[in-house]
């Protein structure tokens, strides 16, 4: 069964997708906008669902009130994208065919499960509906492991502790994210989640989650009953992937313009591997506000406008109560020096010289100036 006439189809309702969505609608007014989503729910805010939702101190994420698609004339589809058909312009979901005049793919990560015995004993966390069942699990628990100190199990782990449930963090890293952010960086990360009340257990792998307990491999059981796996994600580029349209390292590739190599076809958000006017390459992001900027790159390029990515990535997070803020490339650096302040830290990160990142607690003017660096290719203190 057909569905209409030609529309500008948005697969996936995150960030990515809803920024499309309306990115696009304030070009043109007239063009139907559908966006096809897989998640039942309204469009919603995912990093609360680690933080304040987890903490039972909000329940307000949605992205827009709910009047406000169809005000703006943007038909919100639950349905599961099945394929692609980029010759014949349209895509199929759930038995029906959706004609476009273009196609944004904006479909976002999935989280990878432990790969261990047990491993679907743990939760994971993407959905507002796994935020759900997390927090309606953690309710009267005596204690919690969390696998995996990347920023989503940090900031888990500090508000299931800050609810005052006993947490283990478990990683593999000594410090969390050694390898990412560097040694000093790392200790700075693991003071965050200690003083927000989790205990961190670096240098260890998970070997089984057995019923009511995490088994690592250095021998140690730890006890629990709830555990939650934030052991990376997958960008779901499987739709692009069978169409035959241009993938590196699972990622979909694209031009600033987010355009694919299929014609009329976008990606945007964590699923795509966008070229960087200023970086002068590709760069993976996995951060909600580049999500949100990609898509309205792509919705107004699907509308004519000529606009292309050239903005330095980054992200804010929250630890237990601190914020910590990050700007980079994020694919690299040779040399990393952390500056400690009163009350926070800043961590350089540079490579053949240039400033290639920045990573702030409390020091807002030096997150302000590590963009301005890393957006000229420019050392921290220039020789002099
Ligand atoms: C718990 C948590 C906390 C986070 N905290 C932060 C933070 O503090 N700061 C930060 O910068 N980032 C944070 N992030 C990361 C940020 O949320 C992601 O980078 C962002 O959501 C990516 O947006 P996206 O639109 O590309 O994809 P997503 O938000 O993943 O959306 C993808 C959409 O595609 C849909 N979809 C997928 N496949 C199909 C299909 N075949 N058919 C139909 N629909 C489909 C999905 O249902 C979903 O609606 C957090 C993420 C999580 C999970």
Redesign the pocket.
């Known amino acids: 069964m057909s569905e209409g006439p030609a529309a500008v189809i948005i697969?996936?309702?995150?960030?990515?997708?809803?920024g499309a969505a309306e990115a696009f609608r304030r070009h043109d007014a007239e063009t139907p906008v559908r966006i096809?989503?897989?998640?039942p729910e309204p469009?919603y805010?995912?990093?609360p669902?680690?933080?304040e939702f987890l903490r039972g101190e909000t329940e307000d994420v949605g992205l827009h009130p709910a009047q406000w698609y169809s005000e703006h004339r943007i038909d919100l589809v639950n349905?599961?994208?099945?394929s692609i058909h980029p010759d014949h312009r349209h895509v199929s979901?759930d038995g029906r065919r959706y004609p476009y005049s273009a196609l944004i793919l904006?479909?976002?990560?999935?989280?990878i499960p432990p790969p261990v015995p047990g491993g679907e004993r743990a939760h994971l966390?993407?959905?507002l509906a796994d935020?759900r069942r997390l927090r309606d699990s953690s309710v009267g628990s005596q204690s919690a492991v969390v696998i995996g100190a990347g920023?989503?199990g940090c900031?888990?782990a500090a508000s299931l502790a800050m609810r005052g449930i006993p947490v283990t963090l478990v990683a593999p890293d000594a410090v969390p994210q050694e390898k990412r952010l560097g040694a000093d960086a790392g200790e700075r990360l693991r003071g965050l989640v200690t003083s927000a009340g989790a205990r961190y257990v670096g240098g260890v792998a998970v070997e089984a989650i057995d019923d009511g307990a995490v088994r690592l491999d250095n021998g140690v059981t730890v006890h629990c009953d709830l555990v939650l796996a934030a052991t990376g994600v997958r960008p779901?580029s499987?739709?692009a992937q069978d169409a035959g349209l241009k993938i590196d390292d699972s990622r979909i590739v694209v031009g600033a313009d987010m355009a694919t190599s299929a014609s009329d076809v976008y990606a945007?958000?964590?699923?795509?591997f966008a070229y960087n006017a200023t970086a002068g390459r590709h760069i993976a992001?996995?951060?909600?506000?580049?999500?949100a900027d990609q898509?309205e790159i792509a919705g107004a390029a699907a509308a004519g406008a000529d606009v292309g990515w050239d903005g330095v990535p980054g992200?804010?997070?929250?630890i237990g109560d601190a914020t910590v803020k990050y700007h980079a490339w994020g694919d690299g650096y040779d040399k990393a020096r952390l500056i400690e302040h009163d009350d926070g830290f800043t961590a350089w990160y540079e490579r053949d010289g240039a400033t290639v990142g920045v990573l702030t607690c409390n020091a807002d003017h030096d997150y302000d100036r590590g963009e301005a660096l890393i957006n000229k290719a420019q050392a921290v203190c220039p020789p002099g």
């Open positions: 697969v996936g309702s995150g960030p990515a997708g809803v096809l989503t897989a998640d469009p805010a995912r990093p669902l680690s933080k349905t599961h994208v099945d979901a904006a479909t976002g990560s999935a989280p966390l993407r959905s935020a920023f989503i900031e888990a779901q499987g739709l945007v958000g964590d699923v795509a992001v996995e951060h909600w506000q580049d999500a898509g992200f804010w997070t929250t």
